[in-house]
Every structure is written in structure tokens, then in C-alpha cells.
T-cell receptor, first 113, second 113 residues
């Protein structure tokens, strides 16, 4: 089973460039999430989605946008890359339900120079 | 917002020793989760706890959901070199934080052969 798949695995951007981080899951999970992990820190929630067409902000949404046109895909877009967005980005998904654990992809390592 | 305090921040132990780490919160959670993250990979779910007082094992790992619903601990018995990694606790809340995980800062575990 593929689970949660993220692409690309690594990327270097220049300040001001834009890019889209891709995330897809094949588990038919309704809930999907984007986190960022800075060195030595835990994960902080950027955006989440409870189903196709529905998204909401997490703890650190500034500088990012998301869309959810299908159950499987939840892309994260950076419009104007800034050095503060250098981080490792993780996508996760879970079943519908209050207490369902989240399953994570392997991450995208992004550097803004 | 909700915060989790995870301790210790790091541990250096000899192979065969037991390990204990814990998380505390000022808020109540409905679910406690423990994840392990290996270098270059996403967090992998180890144990999920759904009820206050619940004690759950997964091989050499044992975790408990505190009675107050504000804390949890993870024990690893007879550690082996492949236990090396970062361990994260995470809480799932209800109400306005429905479905959103709050992560601890992580415990870095090093096991010396």
C-alpha cells in the first residue's frame, strides 16, 4: 500500500518564487493535513481539510494556500517563498471520526535561499 | 492554544536498558498518540490511546492515558539500537480543535550498543 505520498522529496527555491507541494493518499481518508517541522521542533499544523471542497487554517497558515478538489489530493502552495518557510513539510491523512490517528507521508524538504 | 510539554528532550542509554518518557498538558485531550520519527522519514504511529486510564502495549512498548486526561507516558523495555529516533506524543482534542493534533517537542533517543 502506498499510503500518503508526497512529492517532491527535496526542493530549493529562490526568495519570491512559488511552488506547489503535492500530497496524495490512497486510503480513502476524508481528513487531510499539512504540517511543517523546523529543526529540533515538533510539528505545527498549517492547514487541514475535512473533505473535498472544505479547508481550514491551522496554527501557522500565513504564506500558504491549499485546495481540496478530490478526496485523494491536498496540494500546498507557497506563493512568494521566504527564508522563514525553509522547513520540512509533512502531509497526513486520517479517517473520519473524532479520535482517528493520522498517518504521515515521508516529507518534503524545502530550502529557500 | 493547547500545548504539550514532553520530557526528557533527549536520552542517551545503553542497549538493554528501559526507557520512559512522558507528556503533560494544561488541556484535556480525547486521544493520546505516540509516534516515532526516523531520520528523513515521516512520523510513524506506535500506539493510540482512547480512554482515560487505558494501558496499551505494542511489543516492547507500553503507553498509558492518564486518568486526568492531561498526561501520557511511553515506556520502552530492553532497548535495542533500532529504537534510535525521535519520539513524539500528540493529543487529539474535541470541540473547536476537532481532529487537530497537538504535538510535543519530541524526545531524541540514542541507544549505545
Amino acid at each position: 500500500n502506498a499510503g500518503v505520498t508526497q512529492t517532491p522529496k527535496f526542493r530549493i527555491l529562490k526568495i519570491g518564487q512559488s511552488m506547489t507541494l503535492q500530497c496524495t493518499q490512497d486510503m480513502n481518508h476524508n481528513y487531510m493535513y499539512w504540517y511543517r517541522q523546523d529543526p529540533g521542533m515538533g510539528l505545527k499544523l498549517i492547514y487541514y481539510s475535512v473533505g473535498a471542497g472544505i479547508t481550514d487554517k491551522g496554527e501557522v497558515p500565513n504564506g500558504y494556500n491549499v485546495s481540496r478538489s478530490t478526496t485523494e489530493d491536498f496540494p500546498l502552495r507557497l506563493e512568494l517563498a521566504a527564508p522563514s518557510q525553509t522547513s520540512v513539510y509533512f502531509c497526513a491523512s486520517s479517517y473520519v471520526g473524532r479520535n482517528q490517528p493520522q498517518h504521515f507521508g515521508d516529507g518534503t524538504r524545502l530550502s529557500i535561499l | 492554544g493547547q500545548q504539550l510539554n514532553q520530557s526528557p528532550q533527549s536520552m542517551f542509554i545503553q542497549e538493554g536498558e528501559d526507557v520512559s518518557m512522558n507528556c503533560t498538558s494544561s488541556s484535556i485531550f480525547n486521544t493520546w498518540l505516540w509516534y516515532k520519527q526516523d531520520p528523513g522519514e515521516g512520523p510513524v504511529l506506535l500506539i493510540a490511546l482512547y480512554k482515560a486510564g487505558e494501558l496499551t502495549s505494542n511489543g516492547r512498548l507500553t503507553a498509558q492515558f492518564g486518568i486526568t486526561r492531561k498526561d501520557s507516558f511511553l515506556n520502552i523495555s530492553a532497548s535495542i539500537p533500532s529504537d534510535v529516533g525521535i519520539y513524539f506524543c500528540a493529543g487529539l482534542g474535541g470541540g473547536t480543535s476537532y481532529g487537530k493534533l497537538t504535538f510535543g517537542q519530541g524526545t531524541i533517543l540514542t541507544v549505545h550498543p
